[in-house]
């Protein structure tokens, strides 16, 4: 770690707000349902988008000269400068109120709400969670918490499973998709995300040691809750929480995974072994 933490300086960043807005645009509509495997058509204004076409919405944009090694902004700014290399989408939490529909004009206004420390089996983790309203003249349409997780860099990366998994668990509802470098640099590109783990193989298999190109997880978490949604009758999940479990890699199928449980669904994606890489609850 070139630098010490201080986690006394870094929740001096709590409380910190910033707002953002942008138009939901029919292009960007098209180019998302055709990312996440659905019928492009031709969406006109009022039209719903995807539901989590506000991730692709007001993303923030730097200089090149201000990016970082792995892509990213250099740290600090609206998030603390977590002196940890490596910084992945851990989880989170939504409520869908209403629909994002073309026209739309969304307002995001974000506030960091907690940074925290822990020790997993890769070394110090550092958790940092932002809360996030998406507003529209209508009123708002989405809170959601987001958590960020920076870690060290590490010779073994934690997708190194430490024992045999467990069998992998049996879903009532599957749909399966192949996670190849085009899926992952589309969505980027939609994101406007230059995290170079999930689209330059030299650079994470050679810099951050993992054996292949990253699956996002918010694109994971995306096809969750459209497959929770086609199961609810075309209703998004009043809820949903999920988090990431180990990494998804590029180069073979991967499954999107829903069963009934009484209070909703239980919700996961997984590799090509059957093994979850995120997991969700949704309810209504």
Known sequence: MS???????????????????????????????????????EPKTGDAAPFTVHWCLAQPVFPMSQLGPDGHPTRGGFLPPVPLPRRMWAG?????????????????????????????????????????????????????????????????????PAKAPPSPPVAKHRESHMADPVLLFRYSALTFNGHRIHYDRDYVTKVEGYPGLIFHGPLQAAFIIELAAKLHGGKPPKKFSYR???????GSEFSVNANENGEGLELWTANAEGQPTMKGMATW
């Open 3 to 41: 630098e010490q933490l201080d986690l006394e300086h870094l929740r001096q960043w709590i409380g910190r707000t910033t707002e953002a807005s942008d138009i939901v645009s029919a292009q960007l509509v098209k180019g998302l349902r055709a990312t996440l495997f659905q019928e492009i058509g």
């Open 92 to 160: 989170g939490e939504l409520e869908f109120l209403d629909t994002l529909r073309v026209g739309d004009e969304p307002k995001r206004t974000s506030r960091i709400s907690d940074v925290s420390l822990k020790s997993g089996s890769s070394g110090t983790l550092c958790f940092v969670s932002v809360q996030h309203e998406v507003t529209t003249p209508r009123g708002l349409a989405i809170r959601e918490r987001q958590d960020i997780v920076y870690r060290e860099m590490t010779n073994t990366p934690a997708a190194a």
């Open 244 to 250: 990431g479990v180990q990494p998804l890699f590029e």
